[in-house]
């Protein structure tokens, strides 16, 4: 069945380092692909997406781009701030299992000053 | 602010009661998703409703059910609660069935 593999958390990183959150998926068809945010004390937040293979995610700083010869959306950004301290998760809607969200099981980022 | 509303935002309640959470999708959205989250678990797809029917099912407890009215907001019934269902309980909606999904604040349900 279709399903999402997320790097194992929490991350700790200083402010203005490099991120990389690994996501790989599995899945029937085509399925689109996406980021979302989890801040403390709120619900999730969508903060990219792809629908097909090549494209490209983008949103306040962060990137994904849509591997399909490696089934991979990893997460990007060149440079944290405090403030992206959240819990990131990877999802992936496959028309050929009816458009099921299947999510990771997040990963939680830390940036520290 | 996603647009998406839930209430109440906490809920403190007695093994074996039954409660019930609201959800008001987003204007125009016709698709409602409900999920839990607990600390063990994870984020748990229960159940989807599309234009007052049912579309889709996850890992929803029999002791769970929910519905989508006409106004299409819906309600997530649980009863026979028990302590390992204390989890946080979002609600998502999107405009068709398979688009994009915007959530909900959540409501954070305690079973004491």
């Known amino acids: 069945g279709d399903s999402v593999t997320q790097m194992e958390g929490p991350v700790t990183l200083s402010e203005e380092a490099f991120l990389t959150i690994n996501c790989t998926y599995t899945?029937?068809?085509?399925?689109?692909l996406f980021w979302y945010v989890q801040y403390p004390g709120e619900g999730l937040q969508l903060l990219l997406k792809?629908?097909?293979?090549?494209d490209k995610g983008s949103n306040k700083g962060f990137e994904a781009t849509y591997r399909k010869e490696t089934t991979s959306f990893h997460l990007e950004k060149g440079s944290v701030q405090v403030s992206d301290s959240a819990v990131y998760f990877c999802a992936l809607s496959d028309h050929a299992t009816g458009n099921q969200f299947y999510f990771g099981t997040g990963t939680s980022l830390t940036v520290i000053p | 602010d996603s647009g998406v509303t839930q209430t109440p935002k906490h809920l403190i309640t007695a093994t074996g009661q039954r409660v019930t959470l609201r959800c008001s999708p987003r204007s125009g959205d016709l698709s409602v998703y409900w999920y839990q989250q607990s600390l063990d678990q994870g984020l748990q797809f229960l159940i989807q409703?599309?234009?007052?029917?049912?579309?889709a099912k996850g890992n929803i407890l029999e002791r769970f059910s929910a519905q989508q009215f006409p106004d299409l907001h819906s309600e997530l019934n649980l009863s026979s609660l028990e302590l390992g269902d204390s989890a946080l309980y979002f609600c998502a909606s999107s405009v068709v069935a398979a688009g994009t999904q915007y959530f909900g604040p959540g409501t954070r349900l305690l079973v004491l």
């Open positions: 899945a029937t068809g085509y399925p689109s």
């Open positions: 792809a629908t097909k293979a090549d």
């Open positions: 409703y599309y234009n007052g029917e049912e579309r």
